[in-house]
């Protein structure tokens, strides 16, 4: 049988016959058919029906020309079948060349699903009616994010004033230059960066040309999506969560849970509410039938309609009632049956967080609990601002397998501490011989955080009166002091490691650098501070000037205020940060660390534009 397949669908349909065919030879045989089978959540007892459908010369297996004719007898009925939906499935798994000549795929369902929660978040969006809506059934997304406009309106839906709109190269009806589409997308990495994305070799230019590195750009958006939806998923922001504590566990060990590991508490509480006896590990195949999502629904919407009657029905029915009950609850799922039957995890995991975020179902704290939080939580604003910006400081290092949430909590076993000196001194740590591996009681937790102290004496630091004990007991402001210095000197090797003589940097050099950066530009004032708690840092316009004798085109000086008030100091401040940010610098700190003039954040985001710097004044070692 002759098919009328346009070359390119001919050219899917040859990638998902290919992609099946593991021995490379002409066809199909059932073993291979049985695997993509598998892969894709289809029923494999269907397998039989599948091959009376395809195999025209009935030997067992299906070559090319057998697969092309039996879709398009399919398309020429009318009639969806189990084979089309699968062959359909697969195409959707576009296969993409790397340079090393590997081939790595995505899915469009997960395209689909990202386009609908940014239509969702930013459909009303006025800034963004140029791009508004993005077609879910294609890679419109890629075109939509490439100016960086979206993207930015996303981060700071993520955490608010992470960007300042002000620095976003912006024009009502799209047409943005090269030039201002990567100043826009440098921008969005370091903002990125800052709240807390892992984002390894994902450059500017990527996102711009997003419809051609579609895996990197989707990578970035399950990480902010994933952000946006789990991060307030703690006890800070929902200390109900309290409720799901084990028996004869502490509120420090709650703490110290990522937010993936709390939704699979929350989960398991409210199935153990229900009295089922299933508990889930995981995102995929512990909730792909529907059943688990039934009996959550039933305990958080109960009152809203939801029951367990689904429980009885087929799973490709009780699947589409979950995303209805999960409708009446007031969750917006941008999750489709066919991603729950398959066992999605990104996707799954995401829904869990709707739901959470919707109604977590879990009742208010009482006035015990409340103390005991407060006395746990209860940190100094500014102690609480440099925890934050050494954690993310520590998460944009790329080691493997470690992500601090929590600082204070994460280091007192000591390994995340090892990591992070092991990173920023490689080869200095003696895991076979030194490290407790499985720190599984106080004193092998001791022994670990005794020997990243040494290790810490050993590169110089000032590590007076700190002990292992200190870390592992929580102390916040000699692991906050600890952290700074690791923080400081991998700042200052980097920079030696970059310029052309290699020579020590001090702090004294980056204060040099920066004054003389300013007072030999073309700027019209040339404003100098003594050091880096200068009182005139606070009005936030030197660090404009020093951005801006870096990069002069990159500052509007009518957005720039003499910061006089409190309210001009934040809005320079604001500025200052983003426009360091739009140039390529990785900045952590924030707005009110400059006002405010906390000399050790200010000194990072000086070393950061002396960085930048570097690499744009060819001073930097080739």
């Keep these: 049988m002759t098919h009328n397949f346009p070359p390119v669908q001919v050219a899917g349909f040859r990638a998902a016959f290919d992609e099946w065919n593991a021995d490379g030879n002409a066809h199909l045989d059932q073993g291979e058919m049985l695997t993509a089978m598998k892969g894709l959540g289809v029923d494999v007892n269907a397998l039989g029906d599948m091959l009376k459908q395809v195999d025209a010369n009935n030997d067992g297996n299906i070559d090319f020309d057998e697969f092309l004719a039996a879709l398009w007898q399919v398309k020429q009925s009318g009639d969806a079948s189990g084979f089309s939906n699968m062959v359909n499935k697969q195409v959707e798994l576009i296969a993409i060349k790397t340079a090393s000549g590997g081939v790595k795929s995505y899915s469009q369902d997960e395209v689909t699903a990202f386009a609908n929660h940014l239509n969702y978040c930013l459909g009303d969006d006025p800034k963004l009616k140029y791009l508004m809506p993005i077609n879910p059934s294609n890679l419109d997304l890629m075109e939509k994010v490439a100016d960086g406009v979206m993207l930015a309106r996303f981060i700071n839906m993520i955490e608010s004033d992470t960007i300042d709109w002000r620095a976003v190269n912006y024009k009502k009806k799209g047409g943005l230059n090269q030039y201002h589409v990567i100043e826009n997308q440098n921008l969005n990495i370091a903002a990125a960066k800052a709240i807390g994305l892992r984002i390894y070799n994902l450059s500017a230019e990527d996102l711009r040309d997003a419809a051609k590195n579609p895996i990197l750009v989707l990578g970035f958006m399950w990480q902010a999506v994933k952000m946006q939806l789990l991060g307030n998923i703690n006890l800070k922001s929902n200390p109900e969560l309290i409720a799901l504590l084990d028996d004869g566990e502490d509120m420090n060990s709650l703490l110290a849970l990522p937010p993936e590991e709390l939704l699979k508490r929350w989960v398991n509480y409210h199935l153990e509410k229900e009295?089922?006896?299933?508990?889930?590990?995981?995102?995929?195949?512990?909730?792909?039938?529907?059943?688990?999502?039934?009996?959550?629904?039933?305990?958080?919407?109960?009152?809203?309609?939801?029951n367990r009657d689904p429980l009885e029905w087929d799973a490709d029915k009780r699947c589409n009632q979950v995303i209805v009950n999960a409708q009446k609850i007031g969750a917006k799922p941008f999750i489709t049956k066919q991603d729950i039957l398959s066992g999605n995890d990104k996707l799954n995991m995401a829904f869990v967080a709707q739901l959470f975020n919707t109604c977590p179902g879990l009742a208010p704290v009482n006035v015990e609990e409340q103390k005991e939080l407060a006395g746990l939580l209860d940190d100094d604003e500014g102690d609480s601002r440099e925890e934050r910006a050494f954690r993310m400081w520590m998460n944009s290092l790329g080691i493997k397998d470690v992500y601090v949430n929590n600082l204070f909590e994460d280091v007192r076993a000591g390994l995340v501490l090892l990591k992070v000196i092991d990173k920023i001194e490689p080869g200095s740590v003696k895991w076979k011989s030194k490290v407790e591996r499985k720190p599984n009681n106080k004193f092998k937790k001791i022994n670990n955080t005794n020997y990243a102290v040494d290790l810490g004496k050993q590169m110089k630091l000032t590590m007076v009166n700190v002990q292992g004990a200190d870390i592992t007991d929580r102390n916040k402001k000699l692991i906050l002091g600890f952290t700074w210095q690791l923080m400081r000197y991998h700042l200052l090797k980097f920079l030696a490691s970059i310029s052309v003589d290699g020579k020590k940097v001090t702090d004294q050099d980056v204060l040099a650098f920066c004054n003389s950066s300013v007072k030999n530009?073309?700027?019209?004032?040339?404003?100098?501070?003594?050091?880096?708690?200068?009182?005139?840092?606070?009005?936030?316009?030197?660090?404009?000037?020093?951005?801006?004798?870096?990069?002069?085109?990159?500052?509007?000086?009518?957005?720039?205020?003499?910061g006089q008030t409190d309210e001009d100091k934040n809005l320079n401040a604001k500025y200052a940060i983003s426009l360091a940010r739009k140039m390529g610098a990785i900045i952590f700190l924030l707005p009110d660390d400059i006002v405010e003039i906390r000399n050790k954040m200010c000194m990072t985001f000086c070393a950061a534009v002396m960085a930048e710097a570097y690499k744009r004044s060819g001073k930097m070692k080739k």
Excluded: M
């Design 275 to 306: 009295e089922y006896p299933t508990r889930i590990k995981n995102f995929s195949s512990d909730v792909k039938d529907g059943k688990v999502y039934t009996v959550l629904l039933k305990s958080i919407g109960g009152n809203k309609g939801c």
């Design 521 to 562: 530009s073309d700027l019209p004032k040339k404003p100098q501070i003594k050091s880096f708690n200068d009182s005139t840092i606070s009005s936030g316009e030197f660090f404009i000037y020093l951005v801006a004798s870096i990069d002069p085109e990159i500052v509007n000086w009518e957005l720039v205020t003499e």
